[in-house]
Every structure is written in structure tokens, then in C-alpha cells.
């Protein structure tokens, strides 16, 4: 459960890392119409893993272990962080290219960065202290969260995006994360990814995993 976690986790730090990083630097109207759908999706992906935790992995570990306060400290870092990507998505969804301002932009994703990234650290030796607990019993619990987190959204926009913020090396590529055939990754990339191609731009790993450079940045001699 712990590792997965840490997998997801690092998936959505790449994500906003590429998308805060690429952002003062896309200036054409389609480019800045694919980076908003792009973050959108992010949004879209993070609040669906955490409105799993809250409707189904938190309440399962409370029930189970017959302590309900067990991921009170979780529950309430969700919460430091909600209003941010909530305005994010919004800022996302109603600004045209025209209207777009990186400074804007930015400012919004610093509003809420620290409390999610601490989040993103701080619940994985959470889980870990739940090793005094059977597995298989764990298990079905974590099982419930993630079939939740399957059936929301769109498998043309969670997929392109989780596989391209996917890095194989992590870890000296000791996981095989996520665990899926190695057809799936062909699959992604030519058939998923179709659609909305020009967003999978802004990922910072093709859909096997490889980290590559982004593509939106200052070039050789120019100002950061």
C-alpha cells in the first residue's frame, strides 16, 4: 500500500512540477488551451485519489481498527490544501488563452503547493504504522479505494497523464508500477492519448516511463 502511495504520489509531483515550471513559457493560444486542459486533468485525478481516501480508505482503517481518529491528521491536511486546487481547476476551466497569465497562474499553485506536498510526504509513514494489521484484511480496504478512483473520470485524460508521469528508473526501476502488461503502455499512447494529444505535451515522461525534457522552457542563453 505504501509503496503504490509513494508511486501516485511522485505522479502527481512531477505533474505539477512540470505544469508550474512550463507555464511562463507558453505563449501561442493553442499551446496555453492545452496546458489549461492539462491542468484540469491533474486537478481532476488528485481530487478523485483523495475523494477515495475520504469516502473509502479513511472511514475503511476507522471501522477496521476501531480507532477513528487514525487518519484524522490526513483528513485535516486534505483539507488545508482543497480550496487551492479547487480555484486552480476553476481558474482552469473558465480562463480563455487570451485571459491566461502564467503570474496568475503560479500564484495560485503557491497558494497551496507546501500543504500538499507535505501531504504527499507525510501519508506514506502513515501507512507503513499499519503494518501491526493483517495484510489481506488491508487489502480489501485499499481495494474499495482504488476501484473508486478507476471509475472516475475519463480514460482518455487519467490514463495519458498517469502513464506520463510515470518514472521507470525510480527506485532503480525496482517496481513495476503501474502493474499492467506491457501492451497497456501501446494502448495509452495510440489509442487513449488520441484524443487530447496536444496536452500529453506538458508530461514529463513519454507513456513508457522514460523521463524527457520539457518541452516548454527558456532556450539555451535566454533568461529564466
Given at each position: 500500500?505504501?509503496?503504490?502511495?509513494?508511486?501516485?504520489?511522485?505522479?502527481?509531483?512531477?505533474?505539477?512540477?512540470?505544469?508550474?515550471?512550463?507555464?511562463?513559457?507558453?505563449?501561442?493560444?493553442?499551446?496555453?488551451?492545452?496546458?489549461?486542459?492539462?491542468?484540469?486533468?491533474?486537478?481532476?485525478?488528485?481530487?478523485?485519489?483523495?475523494?477515495?481516501?475520504?469516502?473509502?480508505?479513511?472511514?475503511?482503517?476507522?471501522?477496521?481498527?476501531?480507532?477513528?481518529?487514525?487518519?484524522?491528521?490526513?483528513?485535516?491536511?486534505?483539507?488545508?490544501?482543497?480550496?487551492?486546487?479547487?480555484?486552480?481547476?476553476?481558474?482552469?476551466?473558465?480562463?480563455?488563452?487570451?485571459?491566461?497569465?502564467?503570474?496568475?497562474?503560479?500564484?495560485?499553485?503557491?497558494?497551496?503547493?507546501?500543504?500538499?506536498?507535505?501531504?504527499?510526504?507525510?501519508?506514506?509513514?502513515?501507512?507503513?504504522?499499519?503494518?501491526?494489521?493483517?495484510?489481506?484484511?488491508?487489502?480489501?480496504?485499499?481495494?474499495?479505494?482504488?476501484?473508486?478512483?478507476?471509475?472516475?473520470?475519463?480514460?482518455?485524460?487519467?490514463?495519458?497523464?498517469?502513464?506520463?508521469?510515470?518514472?521507470?528508473?525510480?527506485?532503480?526501476?525496482?517496481?513495476?508500477?503501474?502493474?499492467?502488461?506491457?501492451?497497456v503502455n501501446f494502448v495509452v499512447k495510440y489509442w487513449f492519448a488520441r484524443k487530447h494529444q496536444g496536452a500529453w505535451r506538458f508530461n514529463p515522461c513519454d507513456m513508457w516511463g522514460t523521463p524527457r525534457p520539457l518541452l516548454f522552457l527558456p532556450k539555451e542563453g535566454e533568461d529564466r
Amino acid at each position: 500500500m505504501a509503496t503504490d502511495m509513494c508511486h501516485v504520489h511522485n505522479m502527481f509531483i512531477r505533474a505539477m512540477n512540470s505544469i508550474y515550471l512550463q507555464s511562463p513559457y507558453v505563449t501561442d493560444p493553442a499551446d496555453i488551451a492545452d496546458l489549461l486542459f492539462y491542468t484540469k486533468t491533474v486537478v481532476i485525478t488528485i481530487d478523485a485519489h483523495h475523494d477515495g481516501e475520504e469516502k473509502y480508505l479513511f472511514p475503511g482503517l476507522a471501522e477496521y481498527t476501531k480507532n477513528p481518529n487514525i487518519m484524522a491528521v490526513n483528513r485535516a491536511q486534505h483539507a488545508a490544501f482543497h480550496e487551492g486546487m479547487e480555484k486552480l481547476g476553476e481558474y482552469c476551466s473558465k480562463t480563455s488563452p487570451a485571459d491566461y497569465a502564467h503570474s496568475t497562474f503560479q500564484a495560485i499553485i503557491d497558494s497551496f503547493a507546501a500543504p500538499l506536498f507535505k501531504h504527499l510526504s507525510d501519508e506514506i509513514p502513515t501507512i507503513l504504522a499499519l503494518k501491526e494489521y493483517p495484510s489481506k484484511d488491508l487489502k480489501a480496504i485499499w481495494a474499495k479505494a482504488e476501484k473508486h478512483i478507476n471509475d472516475v473520470g475519463s480514460f482518455d485524460e487519467m490514463f495519458p497523464l498517469a502513464f506520463g508521469c510515470m518514472d521507470r528508473g525510480f527506485e532503480a526501476g525496482q517496481h513495476k508500477f503501474p502493474p499492467a502488461p506491457g501492451f497497456v503502455n501501446f494502448v495509452v499512447k495510440y489509442w487513449f492519448a488520441r484524443k487530447h494529444q496536444g496536452a500529453w505535451r506538458f508530461n514529463p515522461c513519454d507513456m513508457w516511463g522514460t523521463p524527457r525534457p520539457l518541452l516548454f522552457l527558456p532556450k539555451e542563453g535566454e533568461d529564466r
